[in-house]
């Protein structure tokens, strides 16, 4: 008997892509977060530094990674409802396979601080717990994570208390140690403090910065896209909604975040406040990226060259490691100290450059297999085959 299998979403896999590229070329102009800088070579090129810079941090910072948490959830649906399908459970495989996803983030730990694999192999159990929940339940809870309620209830205590202080992680101590090993450490010193310090500081950072409720909320949402089929042509009118309410909500929110600090000089009040409304307008703009990639496969003659980014976007865990390795070979001291020559413009080429070296073997690769390289690895792992 035929057992049925959800059909490959093809644009999905272009979204994948789309998001590890530009992870890969913010990560490049930011030295693999590595924040030593040369200086520009000349006025002009002082212009397009802060010109990059400034662009693509507005354009995908804190989006790109967004689209990957998103994905992250749509792919645990596939799998889970596949299995179902089969009449098999998949939750207690996908512990298993969070557990491996802890190994893949910390061998790129070793060579990237900030890396996001270990905090979606941990945030990523929700999951687990979520999964058989109805719609609307879901939807509560993705709405609740979306609005930062640890960081809501500091809002609520500073705003009501002049004496609260907010709780102090010594994120600060961990950054400090890792960039020293990349300004002057060998290869297993940088190693050996980016797997310990480096993950602290990492989530840390991540915590602070409301990463944790908002990767469990996208993680649910995607489940819910994947339940209900967003991804496909049928339901362009209600991305068409999505967009224009992205939109909406966008505007207001960056502009309330960026004069926040005009009116309130509280410090325990402003930080927490500010996290909330950043979260929601990176939120909105992700929102707004996701939908444009989707009018544009769907609606224009773009599709054949967003197609291109298909199989990037289905390697994405080869390419998002392998990114790491070699910006951390390119810019860290035990490797080429790039960071001591090439200004934020000749960084953001090379970012491009390595997308495109990346984009032509995935290209290639995938004419050949079925899955990249790592991806066949933790299928393999996953099932114990």
């Known amino acids: 008997m035929d057992i049925q ?35 520009p070579p000349c006025e002009f090129m002082r212009f397009t530094d802060a010109a990059i810079w400034e662009g693509m941090f507005f354009a995908f910072g804190g989006k790109a990674y967004a689209i990957f948490a998103l994905l992250f959830g749509f ?35 070793a060579f990237f601080t900030a890396e996001v694999l270990v905090l979606f192999s941990l945030v990523g159990f929700v999951l687990v717990f979520t999964c058989r929940l109805s719609d609307k339940v879901l939807l509560w809870l993705i709405g609740i994570c979306m609005l930062q309620p640890v960081a809501l209830y500091f809002v609520v205590r500073a705003a009501t208390d002049s004496s609260f202080v907010l709780p102090a992680i010594p994120t600060g101590e961990y950054w400090n ?135 990037y976007g289905r390697m994405s865990l080869t390419n998002y490691i392998t990114q790491s390795i070699i910006g951390a070979m390119l810019y860290y001291h035990w490797g080429f100290a790039l960071h001591r020559y090439l200004c934020t413009t000749y960084c953001w080429l090379v970012g491009i450059a390595i997308f495109l070296l990346q984009l032509a073997f995935c290209t290639w690769w995938m004419k050949r297999h079925n899955h990249g390289p790592l991806e066949y690895l933790w299928k393999r792992a996953t099932w114990l085959k």
């Not at 889970?80 to 790129?108: A, E, I, M, P, S």
């Not at 926040?260 to 990226?289: C, D, G, Q």
């Open 177 to 311: 140690a890792t960039f020293k090993m990349q300004m002057e450490g060998n290869f297993w010193q940088m190693v050996r403090v980016n797997l310990w310090e480096g993950q602290l500081a990492s989530l840390s950072w991540a915590w602070d910065n409301g990463r944790v409720f908002q990767t469990a909320g996208l993680f649910m949402l995607g489940m819910l896209a994947g339940r209900r089929n967003w991804f496909l042509r049928e339901h362009l009118p209600l991305w068409g909604r999505i967009l224009a309410g992205a939109l909406i909500a966008f505007f207001p929110l960056y502009g309330l975040a960026n004069m926040l600090s005009r009116f309130i000089e509280n410090p325990n009040l402003l930080t927490p406040l500010s996290m909330i409304l950043s979260s929601l307008y990176k939120l909105a703009f992700m929102l707004v990226l996701v939908s444009g990639v989707l009018f544009a496969y769907y609606s224009t003659r773009l599709q054949h060259l967003l197609q291109k980014l298909a199989p």
């Open 75 to 109: 792919s645990f649906f596939i799998q889970d409802d596949n299995q179902r399908l089969r009449g098999k459970d998949f939750r207690l495989r996908f512990c298993w396979r969070l557990v491996l996803l802890f190994l893949w983030g910390n061998l790129n730990a």
């Open 5 to 39: 299998r959800h059909a490959r979403v093809d644009v999905a896999d272009v979204l994948r892509g789309f998001a590890v590229m530009a992870i890969g070329i913010l990560h490049s102009i930011e030295h693999f977060n590595f924040y030593s800088f040369a200086d």
